[in-house]
């Protein structure tokens, strides 16, 4: 696994100079895209425009790569606020995107998917690398900002 930093250079959130600290963090969230991407280098792309107003976030988490998109490991206790507008709950916490394999087809609203049965043990091998890799990400957050996971 690659953990690699290249933040967002034209988010309107990244420049803004809001951060979440002290008692106003709260944690961490981990989303799906809900899209057949497996690339988090794709997923940096799409999120990095200035007309991209609907949320910011922190990461994004792929099989074999997690790419940090905004400041979070720099201060023990403050990470850079990346709302996001679907879901203003996450707001105080530090928010990363899980790809997903590209055998997945998600329905026109993407709230459901389907695997055809011959690519069902390779989207399995790639989910389940990709949620080792948040597990990891996320036990390195905690241990950061002294977090308890179990909280």
């Not at 988010?11 to 981990?30: H, T």
């Not at 916490?93 to 069902?120: Q, S, W």
Request: charged share 20%; with cysteine; net charge negative.
């Amino acid at each position: 696994m690659i953990l690699t930093t290249n933040y967002f250079t034209k988010n309107p959130y990244i420049s803004d100079g809001k951060f979440i600290e002290g008692g106003a963090f709260k944690g961490f969230f981990l989303h799906d895209i809900a899209t057949e991407q497996p690339d988090p280098n794709v997923m940096r792309t799409v999120f990095d425009k200035e007309n991209h107003t609907n949320s910011g976030i922190n990461g994004f988490i792929g099989d074999r790569e997690i790419i940090i998109t905004a400041p979070c490991m720099e201060t023990p206790g403050r990470v850079k606020r990346m709302p996001h507008a679907c879901s203003p709950a996450n707001n105080n916490y530090i928010g990363f995107e899980m790809c997903n394999p590209a055998t997945l087809k998600f329905n026109g609203n993407h709230t459901r998917f389907t695997v055809d049965e011959a690519d069902l043990p390779a989207a399995k091998a790639y989910v389940a690398a990709c949620y080792e890799n948040a597990v990891y990400l996320f036990a390195l957050l905690c241990w950061f900002h002294g977090k308890d996971p179990l909280e």
